[in-house]
Structures are given as C-alpha cells and as structure tokens.
C-alpha cells in the first residue's frame, strides 16, 4: 500500500484522532506470522505530528469499515477509556444466510474462546464473558438477509459468533459459516462509528462506504443499493 493510497482511505482528522476505511484482507497489526498489515503504514498518517498513529481497537482481518487511531498517548489514553466504559457507538453492516424470523431483536449469550489450539476463535458458552448484539433486518432476499448489527460489549468475533448462533451465519465467514459460500470474502462492515470525544459537542459520527466486494449482495436484497 503506498502512501498516497492510505491517505485517500482517511474518513476523518483532527488533533487527537484519525478514523480510516480499513480495506478487508490485510490485518491491522503484525501477527506471529509476519505479513503485510496496516501499522506498517501508519507512517502515512502523521500529518507533521512526530509520531504515527496508533490503533485505538481492532478489527478482524475481513473485516472492512471505520477503523479509529490516537494521533499521540493522550488521545489512546482517552480513547481507551471511551472504548472500555461502552460509550463508543458501532454499527456493522452484515449479509447473512438465512433469514430472522423477527425484524429485530437483541443476541445475549456469553462467549468463551473455542481452546488453547485455535487461537482467538470462540463459542457461546454459559460460562463465558457477558456479550450482547442488537439487530435488525435492512432487507432480505432469496435465502440472505442484510443486517445492522450493533455490538453492546465488544469480545473477539462476536457478531460472527452471535450471528452463527442465532441461526444466520455472515455471508463468507469460514471459521463459523454454516454453509458453502464459494469463495467469497467476509461480507461484515464497520459502517459507522460514533465516538463522544468532546465535551459540549454531540459525538463525532463518522461512516465507512460499503466494500466493493458487498455491493452486488447488498443491492440484490434492498429495492435500492445502498451507497
């Protein structure tokens, strides 16, 4: 990724934060494994300050949408806080397979990590750590359904999780897909974030546009695509 190619995903500056369209596929950070990831890039996005930014959370490596960087200590400092107390609002766009049987409804089951041999991934279990998801259908069609997923705590894959649970796994997710999805790519977006940094100011809402790879789905289960 050049430097003039990460400058033109940049959604959103001021002093303290930056939030990017992170593009599915490439990791936020450096893994045990190595490979390409978009810390390595974050020299881009000083802007005459003389540190990069940092990353204020994560997000999966399939994954797209609003991602939020401090631009120094303070403003991770602060952000930390507003992530941990859930003051921070998301809204994640998502195809899923199969169809609620609801408009809308919340998901509240806890989760745990699957075993120490697969890494990060999870299950629902009783003896987990609180998670809650709101939903809501956006539009259905010919066995898929778009949804607006709103995470109310925020543990690793949830919504993928909580989705695969319920019944309607994400379109393209291989860990907890329940069925064949012929190669395509994780159809999970970052849509929104709202972020109430200052005071006296409503909180700074900023949108990611939907991936290219969505597109053809989410047009074909709403009466017009959404942009």
């Known amino acids: 990724m050049t430097p003039e190619e990460m400058q033109s995903r940049l959604l959103y500056r001021d002093g303290l934060i930056l939030v990017i369209d992170k593009p599915s596929g490439i990791a936020v ?3 045990p494994k190595g490979g390409d990831n978009l810390e390595a890039h974050f020299e881009a996005l000083r802007f005459g ?9 994560r997000l999966d490596r399939e994954t797209s949408g609003c991602l939020v960087l401090g631009r120094h200590h303070k403003a991770l400092t602060q952000l930390g806080l507003l992530f941990k107390q859930g003051k921070i609002g998301k809204t994640y766009w998502a195809v899923v397979v199969g169809s609620p049987e609801a408009e809308e409804g919340l998901i509240d089951l806890p989760l745990a990590r699957l075993d120490a041999t ?12 609180p998670a809650q ?8 069609n010919e ?3 778009f949804l607006a997923l709103t995470p109310l705590t925020g543990r690793t894959h949830q ?18 897909g329940t069925s064949s999805c012929d190669g395509a790519r994780l159809h999970l977006h970052a849509r929104a974030i709202e972020i109430p ?10 949108e990611a546009p ?6 053809a789905k989410v047009a074909s289960l709403m009466d017009l695509a959404v942009k």
Request: proline fraction near 9%; include cysteine.
């Open 133 to 140: 998801t709101r939903w809501k259908v956006l539009g259905r």
């Open 49 to 57: 300050l003389p540190r990069s930014p940092a990353l204020a959370h």
């Open 210 to 215: 939907l991936p290219a790879h969505m597109e």
């Open 197 to 206: 940094l200052y005071k006296n100011k409503d909180p700074l809402r900023i």
């Open 118 to 129: 697969r890494g990060w991934w999870m299950k629902v279990d009783p003896l987990g750590q």
């Open 159 to 176: 919504l993928r999780v909580h989705c695969a649970a319920m019944g309607f796994s994400i379109f393209g997710d291989p860990v907890y």
């Open 29 to 31: 950070h450096k893994g």
């Open 143 to 145: 066995g898929f359904s």
